[in-house]
């Protein structure tokens, strides 16, 4: 007797159409053909289905897209009426994101009985079925909404296009690059190639695609913010399955799967741990962790009284240290962050800032008058600059736009993101603007109130950041790597857990690091970790331990409900906004005394916190001992043991392994 048919549906959506008067010459049709659209896996083959639905849809009463994306509009049309009346409905500034489930549909009759012919014949000859090894490409298209056209291999003629107007087009090309790896044309962007899994392990990743139809690597140079919010974990889910295959028997070994994952990011390798430069030690008891308190944010009062009377700063790490206790009350932090940041040297007078400043105010404006008095003639021959205006002109329309600083139309506060970031351009062409660089200035635009102030503020930001936009991308593969280190010794267990789902090399973390937690806590909450860690205490890296604190806190819940590699990604996507920063930066304070107070704390441990390894015991947050450094993230370097930078030949030298 033949075994039973085993079928596994992997993706299923209704609302998905045909427009047989767009895609056949000569054909009248007062009605759309309304139908779902599933991928199936049925013994051990993927399959694309569309069948038609019984129920059709009267374009006449549909609520739709419009094709500026920023609004939706109502076809309130019959025969006999006026066409395309519109209403609008609703304004949408995150127009990639939240224009997904923005249309619905009106049951709305027609009065000449035309919407009660029967149509089945016409849905039956719609309905298509194919496998995925079958594919050669897909089209993306937008006209209000997306539209997708498939071309199967052995065909010239494309299939009928489906049209998304209910959305879930980006989430069916999401579950199709389970099965299947999707690389753009390079002749035509809007088209996709089609490969399957043993293709796709074969093909640079070069050509692996997050959901916005871009490279991953080109992505991540040009656009790391959306490709890690937006598609950095599903491509990740991907690259998974691909190496598991579509048999658990035939799963490739864990180190296998890193080493792939290492190809993303160039040069990123952290668990290799037989390679050279781990140095192994035993596992260490790093002893009881201490418990600390956070106190209110310093007052304008505390800030007036660390002044002299010619505006110095003085008791300056006792300041530190205050700031790091508690942060800074708003009121304060238009003049604090300026320090805090090196725009105002702690030493200055009130005099020699305002002379300063006055600098400062004509350097910005001559290089803003670079790009500004370039012609539109000029512009067409610079590529570099045309494509930096268009990456900050799409980046500034959906940056804190639910912030009132930012919202609304013609808000004068876009008008400043955009001219700071183009200036920005000039002050560092070769860098340039990478997406992603607007979630860090908003913030200190948003503190300062003054474009000049903000930019040399931005300036000074980017200094530390630099590296996390650069090509290569130096400053994330040496973070991830310490993080790595640091968790080892903070919980070996933890991280053998992590390890063991294939989940060793932190790629999770990567948002985290990328926009320094922009994206993970509230508005006030970002404000808040940055000063503290502007103060430079309580040790070099203190991000890192802002990211052990938060693993820390979720580890039970990850081993408990054994989550694997998939369920990981995913629970720490979600922590998004649902963190407490004062009970994080404890943590973390906690965590870097521990470590501070273990006597035999490894030496590249030290190195990355930049503790002096041959004193232990003393509190580093003590406001007689002097801030350590903060090495900025330009250098690829990591600290020796007396708190200054050392240049190393490899990132392996950080490392260490430990062994239980």
Not at 259 to 278: A, K, M, R, T, V
Not at 341 to 353: I, Q
Not at 399 to 412: A, K, L, Q, S, V
């Amino acid at each position: 007797m033949a075994a039973e048919s085993v079928q596994k549906v992997i993706f299923d959506h209704e609302g998905v159409f045909i427009h047989p008067s767009s895609d056949e010459d000569g054909i009248e049709q007062d009605l759309l053909v309304s139908g779902s659209l599933r991928i199936v896996d049925k013994d051990g083959e993927v399959l694309v289905e569309y069948r038609p639905l019984e129920d059709t849809v009267d374009p006449s009463n549909m609520l739709c897209a419009g094709k500026d994306s920023s609004s939706v509009m109502e076809w309130a049309q019959c025969p006999g009426e006026r066409p395309h009346q519109l209403l609008e409905t609703q304004q949408s500034y995150e127009t990639e994101w939240d224009m997904v489930n923005a249309v619905s549909f009106k049951k709305k009759p027609c009065t000449n009985g035309e919407g009660s012919l029967n149509h089945s014949h016409e849905r039956s000859r719609w309905a298509f079925t194919f496998s995925v090894s079958d594919l050669r490409s897909i089209t993306v298209k937008e006209e209000g909404w997306t539209f997708l056209v498939f071309k199967l291999k052995e065909s010239s003629t494309p299939l009928p296009a489906l049209h998304f107007h209910q959305g879930g087009s980006r989430e069916f090309l999401d579950s199709l690059r389970r099965f299947a790896l999707l690389s753009e044309s390079p002749d035509d962007e809007m088209c996709l190639w089609v490969s399957t899994p043993n293709k796709a392990l074969s093909q640079s990743f070069e050509n692996l695609l997050d959901d916005n139809n871009f490279g991953l690597v080109h992505k991540f140079r040009k656009d790391p913010y959306v490709t890690t919010l937006g598609g950095f974990s599903k491509v990740t889910n991907y690259i998974f399955d691909a190496f598991r295959g579509t048999e658990e028997q035939h799963q490739r070994p864990p180190e296998e799967v890193a080493d792939l994952l290492g190809e993303i990011i160039p040069g990123l390798e952290i668990n290799q741990q037989e390679e050279p430069g781990f140095e192994v030690i035993t596992r260490i008891d790093l002893g009881t962790r201490p418990q600390v308190t956070r106190r209110e944010p310093l007052s304008a009062e505390d800030w007036a009284k660390h002044q002299d009377p010619e505006g110095r700063m003085v008791k300056i790490p006792h300041l530190r240290q205050l700031i790091f206790k508690g942060g800074l009350c708003h009121a304060v932090r238009k003049e604090a962050w300026k320090f805090l940041l090196g725009y105002f040297p702690w030493d200055s007078t009130a005099e020699e800032r305002k002379a300063l400043q006055r600098n400062k105010t004509d350097e910005y404006f001559r290089m803003k008058l670079q790009w500004k008095s370039v012609s539109e003639e000029q512009e067409r021959r610079n590529s570099r600059l045309r494509d930096y205006r268009s990456l900050i002109e799409k980046d500034v329309n959906r940056t804190d736009r639910t912030n009132r600083f930012y919202e609304g139309i013609d808000n004068p506060g876009l008008v400043l993101l955009h001219d700071i970031l183009m200036t920005y351009c000039m002050y560092d062409f070769d860098l340039g603007y990478v997406q992603g660089m607007s979630d860090l200035l908003s913030p200190i635009l948003y503190v300062m109130e003054n474009e000049v102030d903000a930019f040399w503020c931005f300036v000074s930001f980017m200094d530390q950041m630099h590296q996390n936009f650069e090509e290569q991308m130096q400053g994330m593969k040496t973070q991830l790597i310490q993080l790595s280190t640091l968790l080892r010794l903070l919980d070996l267990a933890f991280w053998n857990y992590l390890e063991s789902q294939d989940s060793g090399y932190l790629y999770f973390c990567f948002r985290w690091l990328l926009i320094r937690f922009k994206r993970e806590l509230s508005f006030q909450d970002v404000l808040r970790l940055w000063e503290v860690m502007w103060t430079g205490l309580p040790c070099q890296n203190f991000h890192l331990l802002v990211c052990c604190a938060i693993l820390d806190s979720e580890k039970q819940k990850i081993m408990e409900e054994n989550y694997g590699f998939n369920e990981i990604l995913k629970h720490i996507n979600e922590l998004s906004m649902k963190l407490d920063i004062e009970e994080i930066l404890q943590k973390a304070e906690g965590i870097c005394l521990q470590m501070k107070s273990c006597k035999d704390l490894p030496d590249p441990v030290g190195n990355i916190l930049g503790f002096d390894t041959k004193v232990s015991g003393s509190d580093p947050t003590d406001s007689a001992s002097p801030a350590a450094p903060r090495p900025t993230q330009r250098q690829d370097a990591c600290s020796n043991g007396h708190g200054h930078l050392r240049e190393t030949n490899s990132h392996n030298s950080c490392k260490v392994a430990f062994i239980s």
